[in-house]
Antibody, heavy 120, light 112 residues
Framework: EVKLVESGGGLVKPGGSLRLSCAAS????????MNWVRQAPGKGLQWVAT????????YYADSVKGRFTISRDNPEKSLSLQMTGLTAEDTGVYYC?????????????WGQGILVTVSS | QSVLTQPPSVSAAPGQRVTISCTGS?????????VHWYQQLPGTAPKLLIY???YRPSGVPDRFSGSKSDISASLDIVGLQAEDEADYYC????????????FGGGTKLIVL
């Protein structure tokens, strides 16, 4: 079964840092563009970041640019999101998501999500 | 304020038909970028429902269909069932001020 499993979430103080990880299984991880999408409590989906299959290109939402860093380790089949300078507006469930193809393609596999809470 | 506009909620009785709209602009849907739809049941991760405007992934019932025209897209659900009650999101790509993946604000489908 194709699967994505997030870890690393939790409670962090404003201004703090957190690193999310995503373990992929049962598909050729190195062939897919990967993404992070988040959802604030009671709100809609918001794209956070994308990394190309070979890490050549990274893209970020304006709201996280300069604070978040997406990376991947293809041999380990893992995706990461390093988050710094966290604020309350970063609180939410973070999903690790696989994109089918190139820019604008659909997100066909989603992890179960991991909760990040930024609060003092 | 989402780049793609969806109605906050729609409702219909079991067996009826409902349509959820997704309105964009010339920098996303109108620029030719595909629209994809996701269903999010309460307490779960989103699930791909329709991709590339009108195609259903394996396992999605043919009660669900999608279409796209000009700067808008629509998700149609016929023969509504109680288990269809969920949040629905459209997604596309925007090349306006900054290039990014964009989602609609989501539509809550209420089965009466």
């Amino acid at each position: 079964e194709v699967k994505l499993v997030e870890s690393g979430g939790g409670l962090v103080k404003p201004g703090g840092s957190l690193r999310l990880s995503c373990a992929a299984s049962s598909f050729m991880f190195s062939s897919f563009r990967m993404n992070w999408v988040r959802q604030a409590p009671g709100k809609g989906l918001q794209w956070v970041a994308t990394i190309s299959s070979g890490s050549e290109n990274m893209y970020y939402a304006d709201s996280v640019k300069g604070r978040f860093t997406i990376s991947r380790d293809n041999p380990e089949k893992s995706l990461s999101l390093q988050m710094t300078g966290l604020t309350a507006e970063d609180t939410g469930v973070y999903y690790c998501v696989r994109a089918v193809g190139t820019i604008g393609s659909e997100f066909d596999v989603w992890g179960q999500g991991i909760l990040v809470t930024v609060s003092s | 304020q989402s780049v793609l506009t969806q109605p906050p909620s729609v409702s219909a009785a079991p067996g009826q038909r409902v349509t959820i709209s997704c309105t964009g602009s010339s920098s996303n849907i109108g620029a030719g970028y595909d629209v994809h739809w996701y269903q999010q049941l309460p307490g779960t991760a989103p699930k791909l429902l329709i991709y590339s405007n009108k195609y259903r992934p394996s396992g999605v019932p043919d009660r669900f269909s999608g279409s796209k025209s000009d700067i808008s897209a629509s998700l149609d659900i016929v023969g509504l069932q109680a288990e269809d009650e969920a949040d629905y999101y459209c997604q596309s790509y925007d090349v306006g001020l900054t290039e990014s993946v964009v989602f609609g604000g989501g539509t809550k489908l209420i089965v009466l």
